[in-house]
């Protein structure tokens, strides 16, 4: 049986995990990172979000909804059981944004140095 990860004396919406928001997060970022096709696809998917944008902030929101809209779309149909409201609540605790911002960073414009 497994045991129940529990923070002592931290808010569970404060609490970091490996860097990310929460686990949710993370759990999601390596998983689009470590697989090989989905890293390309998503990447890709990055590309085109800054290419059809007007501007980077733009960008993140459109990925970030991407990501939301095509990793909800694919979960499975668990029907009305415990698993699909666990299953759920997980994917609600994902930082879509977060996930965009690191994705993007390959592509964000650089700042000059402005000439004095």
């Not at 096709?37 to 929101?61: G, L, N, P, T």
């Not at 993007?104 to 650089?110: G, T």
Request: aromatic residues 10%.
């Amino acid at each position: 049986m497994a045991m129940a990860r529990i923070t002592v004396g931290e808010d569970k919406h404060m609490a970091k995990y490996n860097g990310w928001t929460n686990f949710e997060t993370w759990a999601v970022a390596l998983w689009i990172g470590n697989d090989e096709a989905s890293y390309k696809y998503w990447r890709a998917c990055a590309e085109a979000s800054v290419r059809d944008s007007a501007d980077f902030d733009q960008a993140q929101i459109m990925l970030g909804q991407m990501l939301h809209d095509e990793i909800e779309d694919s979960m499975p149909d668990l029907g009305a059981t415990l698993w699909a409201d666990l299953l759920g609540s997980a994917v609600c605790e994902v930082n879509w944004h977060e996930i965009a911002t690191d994705m993007l960073e390959d592509f964000k414009p650089s700042e000059r140095a402005v000439p004095s």
